[in-house]
């Protein structure tokens, strides 16, 4: 099949987000508020789309994932979730808990706003384990004062080893905005950690357009003092929400408990910028005496930084997991439907699947992998031989399994860089998105574009490709670019706004040393989430296909380059929904 042919260009689409807006209590938020269908329940939960092993309840809103944990051998995750409809509001914590992060039951919802202070909202926050084996969840509430204020809640039964009920203590707030902050930019209190005889925690804030990590030490985890100074702020980068604040170790994957400190450990800090609905994060030092901590001169704060995720990932949270000596981490990932067709479907929003998360060996960067628990969803398998020398407009159908609910791994391998395209000087002024917008897999290259098809119509209508294209820059070293091109994935007329962008993010990688490059993709009906080189660039793509759903999706391997391209493994597996998912939360 002609692939040059088959991949007919798509007008490109401009989305405008509505990224801040007054809800009705006059206070600012991060989500879009539809009054009238808000509270407009589901009728019938229409399955297209539906995911079958990502995270998500039977109907209705989903959003930030909240204080996840591990506790007595069960993994307990929290999130944002409206029990009254399928878009944001009327939002608790449901709850669901889990042996091995992939099989979920849910249990009754457990923060719900029910006190003075938190009567007007119950959002996002994080758990701690305290000595003797005690875990607290630390959340915000919004007052009748309208304000953003720090709560906690702790078990009601400890013995409950599923700690179905949670208590909210009278001599809540902890912690209020003082009087020169922003109340209604001041939440999203941290996982707190420990260190020379205090518990310290971070709450997201702003000052005028400055981004705040806002600093605070209790001795007894009752009375909190805030800091004289921030742990961290950078300029123009508007509100930070969902802060998150580790360790990771120097040398190998394994991770570390929130409060370690010292010479064998970096520091991760990370936000979600409300202005661009993305998280970002820098790899630098913590100073644990002056309670400073300063990015290393690899890693900038704002747009031009570094993403867990460079596609529809938002409000992320890590845990350690001492189970496994590791760190998860967790990411939401809304619709790109309208709210009327999310109001229309029963339901809206998923959870990525939880990644490992460790230090890259050059300490820049952290490397994610989907969890290895994932691989147990692993049913019939297909193995394609390798592909030698793939010429241009080369497309290679991948069969036997289930394209639309699938698991792929494939590694390229390049004969030659030689000739691959300069890097247009005008580009270093743009995102990776945008240049992706630019040279999209229709776009003929010479090292690419090459990579995998996913949720394919039998004959390309409609598809999703994820590839990599390879450029050289001036001072003769290659630059990769990444994309998840959600433009083509629907039969869909743009005029319907539904969002759908050239996700697309830089992979550091030597190329010229390598010969090679891998590529993971998760994909389930709605979802394609993608690992590159191992987990150091991710993509995930919402994507609605009207011709390539359930049987009727296919998966193709292809190279739209001048440059041969070889495929030198590809394993792909069927994959099958967990045995318990998300059951009933009609409680």
Partial sequence: MDFVRKLVPVFLFVSCVLLVTINDNGVEASHRIYSRLQSVPAGEVKQLHRTAYHFQPPQHWINDPNAPMFFNGLYHLFYQYNPKGSVWGNIVWAHSISKDLINWEALPHAIFPSKPFDV???????????????????????????????????????????????????????????????????????TAWWHGGHWRMLVGGKRKHRGMAWLYRSINFNHWVKAKHALHSAPQTGMWECPDFFPVSLHGKNGVDTSKVGEDVKHVFKVSLDETRYDYYTVGKYDHEGDIYLPDNTSVDGRAGLRFDYGNFYASKTFFDPSKNRRILWGWANESDTADDDTAKGWAGIQAIPREVWLSPDG??????????????????????????????????????????????????????????????????????????????????????????????????????????????????????MCSDAKGSTLRPFDIKQYRPSFAGYVDIDLAAEKKISLRSLIDHSVVESFAAGGKTCILSRVYPTLAVNDAAHLFVFNNGTEPVSVQTLSAWSMSPPKLMNQNLNF
Wanted: hydrophobic letters at 40%.
């Fill in 364 to 481: 820049k960067q952290v490397l994610q992998w989907p969890v290895a628990e994932l691989e147990t969803l692993r049913g019939q398998k297909v193995d394609l031989k390798s592909i030698q020398n793939m010429t241009p407009g080369k497309l290679v159908e991948v069969k036997g399994i289930t394209a639309a609910q699938a698991d792929v791994d494939v590694t390229f391998s390049l004969a030659s860089l030689e000739k691959a395209e300069e890097f247009d000087p005008n580009w270093e002024k743009l995102d990776a998105e945008s240049v992706c917008a630019i040279k999209r897999s229709h776009v003929q290259g010479v090292v690419g574009p090459f990579g995998l098809a996913t949720l394919a119509s039998q004959n390309l209508e409609e598809f999703t490709p994820v590839f990599f294209r390879v450029f050289k820059t001036k001072d003769n070293k290659h630059k990769v670019l």
């Fill in 120 to 190: 007007n909202g119950t959002w996002s926050g994080s758990a701690t384990i305290l000595p003797g084996n005690r875990p607290v969840i630390l959340y915000t509430g919004l007052d009748n004062d309208k304000r953003q204020i720090q709560n906690y809640a702790v078990p009601a039964n400890i013995s409950d080893p599923y700690l179905r009920e949670w208590l909210k203590p009278d001599d809540n707030p902890l912690v209020l905005p003082s009087s020169d902050m922003n109340a209604s930019q001041f939440r999203d209190p941290t």
